[in-house]
């Protein structure tokens, strides 16, 4: 079965970091660029931050800039989102969701994904 499975969610204090992973099974990741996602209650899904498909290339929201950062380990067949000093507003599920992109050195954070994992809960709370 080809997924993609988050983990790495959870509750964290307001200037608090989490990590987490997008591991893929049932097919390799060297060949698609990544994006990363979330939705709050009531609000609509954003994306988050995206690596290519070689790696090179990242792009951020706004919001996020300086705090998140994504890479990804195509060895381990995985990517992943280091966030640091997280805000309340930083709550939300967050999801990965991956492109075939072999001959592309871009990516993007708008919603072009064809295959998307489950998500993962992330609370920013004190």
């Known amino acids: 079965q080809l997924q993609l499975v988050e983990s790495g969610g959870g509750l964290v204090q307001p200037g608090g970091s989490l990590k987490l992973s997008c591991a893929a099974s049932?097919?390799?990741?060297?060949?698609?660029?990544i994006g990363w996602f979330r939705q709050a209650p009531g609000k609509e899904r954003e994306g988050v931050s995206c690596?290519?498909?070689?790696?090179?290339?990242?792009q951020s929201a706004d919001s996020v800039k300086g705090r998140f950062t994504i890479s990804r380990d195509n060895a381990n067949n995985t990517v992943y989102l280091q966030m640091n000093s997280l805000k309340p507003e930083d709550t939300a599920v967050y999801y990965c969701?991956?492109?075939?992109?072999?001959?592309?050195?871009?990516?993007?954070?708008?919603?072009?994904?064809?295959?998307w994992g489950q998500g993962t809960q992330v609370t920013v709370s004190s």
């Open positions: 969701a991956a492109e075939r992109a072999p001959h592309s050195s871009i990516c993007t954070i708008l919603d072009h994904y064809g295959r």
């Open positions: 049932g097919f390799t990741l060297d060949y698609h660029a």
């Open positions: 690596i290519s498909t070689s790696g090179r290339t990242t």
